[in-house]
């Protein structure tokens, strides 16, 4: 059986970075398309950041564009989120996921992924 635990959440200020990790057990990570979502208090769950089974391929919310990098090591069964110049607006529960695939596509709509972490908090301080 597939299980995802994150880890990295914390309270941190505006403009500092962080990483968050993706530990998936049960199986190898190299069957997995990986992707992140984040929820904030009172939203819905929004995409942040996916990445393809063999991490040829990514893709990224608009809301993080250019700040967020999504990366895998398949030899640690672990996926990392970087965020980078973190605002306020980037505070919510970060959850990682897992689709199990045969292409190099990367999917990012909620209901495309089947295992889902139990989430790490992020606070960002303005």
């Known amino acids: 059986q597939v299980h995802l635990v994150e880890s990295g959440g914390g309270r941190v200020q505006a403009g500092d970075s962080l990483r968050l990790s993706c530990v998936l057990s049960?199986?190898?990570?190299?069957?997995?398309?990986m992707g992140w979502f984040r929820q904030a208090s009172g939203r819905e769950r929004e995409f942040v950041a996916a990445i393809s089974r063999r991490g040829g391929r990514t893709s990224y919310g608009d809301s993080v564009l250019g700040r967020a990098t999504i990366s895998r090591d398949d030899a640690k069964n672990t996926v990392y989120l970087q965020l980078d110049r973190l605002k306020s607006e980037d505070t919510a529960v970060y959850s990682c996921?897992?689709?199990?695939?045969?292409?190099?596509?990367?999917?990012?709509?909620?209901?495309?992924?089947?295992?889902w972490g139990q989430g790490t908090q992020v606070t960002v301080s303005s």
């Open positions: 049960g199986r190898a990570l190299f069957s997995y398309r």
């Open positions: 996921a897992a689709d199990e695939a045969m292409s190099e596509l990367v999917v990012h709509r909620v209901r495309d992924y089947l295992h």
